[in-house]
């Protein structure tokens, strides 16, 4: 079965430090979200892109963040200076142009001391 | 009010109960609902999808949404320890928003 897939699993990172994550979507979806949950707290929205740019996108992703897909089939997540607040499970998820689900990968997590 | 409430629980029941999980909502625009689950330090994963209102049903589980009420609700029949998880219900709008709303997820343990 197709699956969204995410690298690294677990990040440990200093505050300030800049931070990459990666995904690689199903490869006919065209929809690509990225979602965070803090532990303990709900799935929060991050961001939405399609056709190449972002269609959406949370209070949440202000400008320390921002998302590229650099070679068509990766999905990457970068934090510019990461905060100690940025520690979370970070989800990346695809769906299909005629489907109304999301898949999601097994997440990143992310620590930042 | 927020758009999404669940009751994130924990809730403990011994093996073989029915459980009810529930969500309401506070948009009338919401179409789609969906009942994810999520084991620790995993993604979720999608178990149920429901367009509009009624009834879905898929082996021991039932997906139940009743717009009137603006309330949804996921029944698990014959509960087995492997049904022990956080579920979590998104909702959306119809037409092209694809951004899911979600609850807070209720953790649910099923003791053999």
């Known amino acids: 079965e197709p699956e969204v897939t995410q690298t690294p699993s677990h990040q440990v990172t200093q505050m300030g430090q800049e931070v990459i994550l990666r995904c690689v979507p199903i490869?006919?979806?065209?929809?690509f979200y990225w979602y965070r949950q803090i532990l303990g707290q709900k799935v929060e929205f991050l961001v939405s892109?399609?056709?190449?740019?972002?269609?959406?996108k949370s209070e949440i992703f202000d400008d320390q963040f921002s998302v590229e897909r650099p070679d068509g089939s990766n999905f990457t997540l970068k934090i510019r200076s990461t905060k100690l607040e940025d520690s979370a499970m970070y989800f990346c998820a695809s769906m299909g142009n005629w489907a109304n689900v999301l898949t999601f990968g097994a997440g990143s997590r992310l620590t930042v001391l | 009010q927020k758009e999404v409430e669940q009751d994130p629980g924990p809730l403990s029941v011994p093996e073989g109960a029915i459980v009810s999980l529930n969500c309401t909502y506070s948009?009338?625009?919401?179409?789609?609902f969906m009942w994810y689950r999520q084991y620790s330090r995993k993604g979720p994963e999608l178990l149920m999808y429901?367009?509009s209102s009624g009834n879905k049903e898929d082996g021991r589980f039932t997906a139940q949404v009743d717009k009137s009420s603006k309330y949804i609700s996921l029944f698990i029949r014959d509960s087995q320890p492997s049904d022990s998880a956080t579920y979590l219900c998104a909702i959306r709008e119809a037409g092209n928003n694809r951004k899911l709303i979600w609850g807070l997820g209720t953790s649910l343990a099923v003791n053999p």
């Open positions: 429901t367009y």
């Open positions: 948009n009338s625009a919401f179409q789609y």
């Open positions: 892109f399609y056709n190449n740019e972002i269609s959406e």
């Open positions: 490869s006919n979806h065209l929809y």
